[in-house]
């Protein structure tokens, strides 16, 4: 599976990750890439006028590349990592969505509706219900950090510090926490998260502010984080406007992380509105977003700014958290893929009654064809084994059980990716 053309990824991120929509599901429900260039009527003056400019930068400059790209064919490139975009990076980053209030209403916004404005916690994609959960999923990648974010997190600040101190005193010090947030919050909530160990802070003001970011709140709490010793910076999508952000932050000394604009299930319809198109048939990325960044890190190598891409977000991210999860937790018979999934072999009974007593038969026989015990294991009303066990004695299975290979991710919902019956004329769904 390639994460950055899979249908199945494309759903799984959209239902579970809160944070993009993929390919196939998005261009076909919402019409994505039907969109064609819209006219000056939709479209204000400051996107006609700034896409203009950044074209005849762009044709009119002598070509100077990136001081960095990623080294990975992600179409990311940087002059400045965040402590946090590394640890993401190597897929060592936990996220955790702390609630999904949200004060704001950014045209953008991706975040799924079984989470948009409700007050829900998840770690990576595991539902938080006690502390317990939120350890137990950071220990399942050995993570290294974790990113707080919604939501609006500082909506429920005394949730935000108490998650920050569990995981400090839980993994140690070292164990590096950034958080973001739209709010420009006062010295004596950003001294309470400096207190209880929060390392790095992103802002991320609205578009309509722009243009004043100095005297602005931002520019107020930015000043207090960097007093304090955390590191801080803004995040914002890749928009017409964003180099305003990027001067400012130049001028503060602070990071500026750029991330593609893109389609969402629950953006599209105000993207559309906007004049954004998708930049092809095959993905959600919005067209000119890249452009934009492109255009600002180029003019001024000197700043801290990352362009982090969706195919980034995909194809390294994601894919390296999901190998990262499914070495450390997989079983001594799942065998790891290239794209972090497990696959592995299944049996179980075929009748409508089918249930421990199937479990009981199938590992009779297994014990009788002299399978190890750690190469199989009872889950659920069947049993999952090695897939080249299952190869081996499928002569000898019949027409007792159903059996088949199987893929799925290592996360906490193990969704399923593929499904591959032995016997062909079976038919299974997902």
């Not at 993929?22 to 939709?42: F, H, Q, W």
Request: aromatic share 10%; proline share 5%; hydrophobic share 35%.
């Amino acid at each position: 599976m390639n994460p950055t053309r899979s249908k199945t990824v494309a759903w799984y991120q959209t239902e579970t990750m809160g944070t993009r929509e993929g390919n196939y599901a998005l261009l076909t429900r919402v019409g994505v890439c039907d969109i064609k260039t819209m006219n000056g009527e939709l479209r204000s003056n400051i996107i006609k006028n700034h896409q203009f400019v950044a074209l005849n930068l762009m044709f009119s400059r002598t070509y100077i590349p990136p001081i960095m790209e990623h080294k990975n064919g992600s179409d990311s490139f940087y002059t400045h990592l965040p402590n946090g975009c590394q640890l993401c990076y190597e897929g060592a980053k936990m996220v955790l969505f702390v609630t999904g209030l949200c004060r704001k209403s950014c045209f953008y916004c991706p975040v799924s509706e079984k989470r948009m404005c409700k007050d829900v916690t998840f770690a990576n994609e595991r539902p938080v219900s006690s502390d317990n959960d939120i350890l137990t999923e950071a220990r399942s990648m050995n993570a290294l950090g974790t990113g707080i974010t919604g939501g609006e997190p500082l909506l429920v600040p005394d949730r935000v510090l108490g998650y920050i101190r569990l995981l400090k005193t839980s993994f140690g010090r070292e164990h590096h926490i950034h958080l973001y947030t739209a709010l420009s919050p006062e010295r004596v909530i950003l001294k309470e998260l400096k207190a209880a160990g929060l390392d790095e802070i992103r802002f991320h003001p609205q578009p309509k502010i722009w243009d004043h970011l100095p005297g602005s709140g931002f520019a107020r709490s930015l000043g207090i984080a960097k007093e304090l010793g955390m590191d801080a910076g803004f995040e914002i999508p890749s928009l017409p406007g964003s180099e305003q952000v990027a001067d400012f932050a130049r001028d503060f000394d602070v990071f500026i992380n750029l991330n593609e604009l893109e389609f969402s299930e629950t953006n599209a319809e105000a993207l559309k509105a906007m004049g954004y198109s998708a930049m092809d048939d095959e993905s959600c990325r919005a067209a000119g977003s890249r452009d934009v960044a492109y255009s600002i890190i180029q003019q001024d190598q000197g700043s801290k700014a990352h362009f982090c891409s969706s195919r980034f977000k995909d194809a390294v991210q994601l894919r390296k958290r999901l190998l990262r999860t499914a070495r450390i937790s997989g079983r001594e018979f799942d065998e790891v893929t290239p794209d972090g999934t497990l696959f592995y072999g299944v049996m179980e009974g075929k009748g409508e009654g089918k249930g421990e007593e199937d479990v009981d038969g199938i590992t009779r026989m297994l014990n009788g064809l002299d399978v190890p015990g750690q190469l199989f294991e009872p889950l659920d009303g069947r049993i999952e084994l090695a897939w080249w066990v299952l190869e081996e004695i499928a002569p000898e299975i019949g027409d007792r059980f159903r059996s088949w290979y199987e893929e799925c991710y290592p996360t906490y919902s193990r969704l399923v990716v593929e499904r591959i019956p032995i016997d062909t004329a079976a038919d299974f769904t997902i």
